[in-house]
């Protein structure tokens, strides 16, 4: 069945630095959405990507969907405080969306 | 719009109790699902509604029953707990299915209810 890697499972990151997480598919997916938690809140939808390689940008985030619509990327610019949490991958097909374990960011100051 | 909540926000259960896990949302959408969140392992799906009267299985769906005989209503009831059944259950919903690429798909959370079964 469909399953969605996401790695690293934790990475921490010095304040101002940049870090990527990774999402992959072992199938092709119709899209992709990118989720993000809290430390004890629920999870927040941030962005869907659909198409080929197409890449997205919220403020310091950038998305991408990879050309082959198995895997996604998530890169986070100059970290701060506030982006503490779990980013969720989570991705569509076959009328099934399977979310990725996450990656839990902490941030040195 | 207080959009999708939950009650209770804390339970504890024994093994073989059974319970209803509430959940409402006031944004008219047709889908509607339950996960449960377990450290490590993601969010993972164990019921889902397309629409009042239609539900369907998750990928953990053993020892959970759901009914959707409302629009903003999708209980999830536990039949007779176990210790595994240890978790935090979040319920969602949107107005199109998540994996339907059009836009109104993405899925919103409640707060959730952290689970304890001794």
């Known amino acids: 069945g469909q399953q969605v890697m996401q790695i690293p499972q934790y990475q921490h990151v010095q304040e101002g630095e940049d870090f990527t997480t990774y999402c992959n598919s072992s199938?092709?997916?119709?899209?992709i959405q990118w989720y993000k938690q809290r430390p004890g809140g629920h999870p927040v939808f941030l962005i869907q990507l659909v198409k080929s390689g197409e890449v997205k940008k919220q403020k310091r985030l950038t998305f991408q969907f990879g050309e082959a619509k198995k895997n996604s990327s998530l890169h986070i610019t100059a970290t701060q405080t506030t982006d503490v949490g779990t980013y969720f991958c989570?991705?569509?097909?076959?009328?099934?969306?399977?979310f990725g374990a996450g990656t839990t960011v902490t941030v040195r100051a | 719009n207080a959009g999708v909540t939950q009650t209770p926000k804390f339970q504890v259960l024994k093994t073989g109790q059974s319970m209803t896990l509430q959940c409402a949302q006031d944004?008219?959408?047709?889908?509607m699902s339950w996960y449960r969140q377990d450290p490590g392992m993601g969010l993972r799906l164990i019921h889902y509604?397309?629409?009042?009267?239609?539900?369907d299985q998750g990928e953990v769906p053993n020892g959970y029953n759901v009914s959707r005989s409302t629009t903003e209503d999708f209980p999830l009831r536990l039949l007779s707990a176990a210790p595994s059944q240890t978790s935090v259950y979040f319920c969602a919903s949107s107005y199109r299915p998540p994996w339907d690429s059009l836009p109104r798909n993405e899925q919103y959370f409640g707060p959730g209810t952290r689970l304890t079964v001794t």
């Open positions: 199938t092709t997916l119709s899209n």
């Open positions: 509604s397309v629409g009042a009267g239609i539900t």
């Open positions: 989570a991705g569509g097909n076959d009328y099934k969306l399977s």
């Open positions: 944004m008219n959408h047709e889908y």
